[in-house]
């Protein structure tokens, strides 16, 4: 924002003038990064600024090096259980049940962000790192040793807590760490690990099945992941020693002062627990229930279905009346002060609709579209559902090279916005019983580059209309609407698959098979069974029919759903990069060395 200093929240109500609206990068007062609603810089945010101040070249390299490790990690695991999902459900006979354990994920993956962000910035990034280990391990364990599915489910509250939260952390990591024009490029990172492990994932994970068990596709990572964080967690304890031994950072922490009722009360204050409370129960109580119509007695008019609806509304119209209170949330989960900026709104949006499309045509139920319908093998049908995967993150860093050269975003999301809808209407076309292979993986990679051109741009153009304080928090709010889009779109796709597949299998299949209909729907190893309906059979056609044409309604959701997009990506203002300045300290990828963010040539950035 030039040489000014970040305006204050409410410094200027004035409308922005035609020639600041019309200038690239020239951002009027009501988008100038937005700043701490309580002037006061968390304890967090005051240490990795003291570390950064302390970093060196290596040691930074270091830093980075320990990202991509547990990024790489992280993706194969990720690539591995998604391969073996459907099988452990399968294995209690709740096949059907795949998107209630994505919604779960979804709502643990949302409401997660902001308080680990939060957690950040109170406690440090280590301390979150390291937590997010933890929680990440003993879903791990619970998943490998789960009995039925209510416990496979519940385990993902704890894997979901700790996977979406080392992506949060990552994000804010390389924000404390890389100016504006590099961060798009950097924040790619995390995701390069898929050019490798999408393909070689599920080759590991149909392995696993066929010579061992799904369980032990889970359990090996309890074992992998704390191993390779130890090169991150090491480097910043380290740093963070250095920095106190040269006085940056204070030896004791002022909100662990008093006793622990005090302590108690500071704790909640910095962390905004009610506001966690309120933000996790509401989208609980509103999307889980969604995906369980079909298995509750009376579905949709049960009364326990429609208490738990009216009572996740309730929660929700509360939170942002509790957020809004400086006496019950001094410290808001989530500042209501972003909502001033349109771009950050938008920005947030486009993530919302993004990742609601994603969850309708590509996930949860196209990996079992691809082995039911299709007769793909285990591998074959991991490696055409994550094309996706893997170019979207080709495309996303290309794309972050052309942002660090034009230091412009917005081009970027208005095309991708484009081409992700021409994707998604092609799969209409394409996704069908008859298509070739080559058809089924041309429509993956249309939306791949489609949401690798406007994923990352948008999250840039978000994180552009904070302060270095507000940085975590605008970066959460954004992954947290982002995830919230996937749990409304795995939502919606459950509710669909759950009424229209056992509905449409009564109906086609023969009347002796009809009882059938229940198992064929429970478990995805009875539908695909090609030995016992095959081809050409009236049970095999009656099954293939019922997962086309639902497959289709789900389709026809997600094309209409992703139009928004195009004009959501219209309102974001076209910052011009290089002129923002977000105040962070210390030694940071690409800053310029007459300012207060000390440039660190690691090879990669000249700016």
Not at 91 to 119: C, D, E, R, W
Not at 200 to 207: D, H, K, M, Y
Not at 439 to 446: D, N, P, R, W
Request: glycine share 8%.
């Amino acid at each position: 924002m030039a040489d000014e200093k970040p305006a204050g929240v409410g410094e200027s109500s004035r409308a922005p003038s035609s020639e600041a609206m019309d200038r690239p990068g020239t951002i009027p007062d009501d988008e100038r990064p937005v700043t701490n609603g309580c002037d006061e810089t968390q304890e967090g945010v005051k240490a990795i600024e003291a570390i950064s101040m302390a970093w060196s070249k290596w040691g930074l390299i270091a830093a980075y090096f320990g990202i991509f490790l547990m990024a790489f990690t992280t993706s194969l695991e990720g690539q591995v259980t998604y391969s073996v999902v459907v099988f452990a459900t399968s294995s209690f006979s709740s096949h059907s049940l795949v998107a209630t354990v994505y919604v779960i994920q979804g709502v643990v993956n949302a409401v997660i962000k902001p308080p680990m962000a939060k957690i950040a910035d109170v406690f440090g990034r280590l301390e979150a790192f390291t937590i997010c280990i933890i929680l990440y391990v003993l879903g791990y364990i619970q998943m490998a040793a789960s009995a039925n599915v209510q416990t496979f489910a519940a385990a993902q509250i704890f894997y979901s807590a700790g996977s979406t939260g080392l992506q949060i952390l990552q994000q804010v990591f390389i924000a404390d760490t890389s100016d504006m024009t590099n961060r798009a490029l950097f924040s790619s990172l995390p995701d390069t690990p898929f050019l490798v492990t999408t393909w070689i994932g599920s080759i590991i994970g149909g392995a696993i099945v066929a010579s061992s068990t799904w369980r032990w596709a889970y359990g090996i990572w309890a074992i992998i992941l704390p191993v390779v964080f130890l090169p991150l967690a090491l480097t910043l304890l380290l740093n963070g020693r250095r920095a106190k031994r040269m006085g940056l950072r204070p030896e004791k922490r002022r909100f662990i002062d008093g006793g622990p009722f005090v302590v108690a009360a500071k704790v909640w204050n910095q962390l905004d627990i009610g506001g966690i409370v309120l933000l996790s129960a509401a989208f609980a109580l509103l999307l889980v229930p969604l995906t369980l119509t079909k298995t509750t007695p009376g579905g949709w008019q049960s009364p326990t279905i429609i208490a738990l609806i009216v009572v996740g509304g309730v929660l929700l119209i509360a939170f942002p009346l509790w957020e809004g209170s400086k006496k019950l949330a001094p410290h808001p989960l989530i500042p209501l002060e972003l909502l001033k900026s349109r771009t950050f709104c938008a920005g947030c949006a486009v993530g919302f609709f993004y990742f609601l499309v994603f969850y309708l045509s590509v996930q949860p139920y196209f990996y079992s579209y691809l082995l039911v319908v299709q007769h793909q093998s285990v591998a074959a049908a991991g490696h055409i559902t994550q094309t996706f995967s893997f170019s979207s993150t080709v495309t996303s860093i290309v794309v972050s090279l052309m942002i660090k050269y034009t230091r412009h975003y917005k081009y970027f999301v208005t095309s991708g916005s484009l081409i992700y809808l021409l994707g998604v209407g092609l799969m209409i076309r394409y996704r069908t019983e008859d298509a070739s292979v080559g058809s089924l993986v041309g429509t993956q990679i249309a939306v791949g580059i489609g949401g690798g051109m406007l994923n990352v741009p948008a999250q840039l153009g978000v994180q552009a209309s904070a302060s270095h304080q507000q940085v975590a928090a605008a970066t959460a709010v954004f992954l947290t609407v982002v995830e919230i889009g996937g749990a409304v779109g795995a939502a919606i796709s459950g509710a669909v698959w759950t009424q229209l597949i056992p509905y449409k299998l009564s109906n086609y299949l023969p009347a002796d098979l009809a009882s059938q209909a229940h198992t064929i729907f429970g478990d995805v190893n009875v539908a695909s069974d090609y030995t016992t309906y095959p081809p050409g059979s009236p049970a095999r056609i009656a099954i293939n029919k019922s997962y086309q044409e639902t497959m289709h309604t789900l389709l026809m959701i997600a094309v209409v759903l992703c139009a928004p997009l195009v004009l959501l990506s219209f309102l974001m203002r076209n910052y011009k990069l290089d002129a923002v300045k977000q105040g962070v300290k210390g030694k940071v990828i690409g800053g310029n060395a007459d300012t207060d963010e000390q440039k660190v040539d690691v090879g990669i950035s000249h700016t």
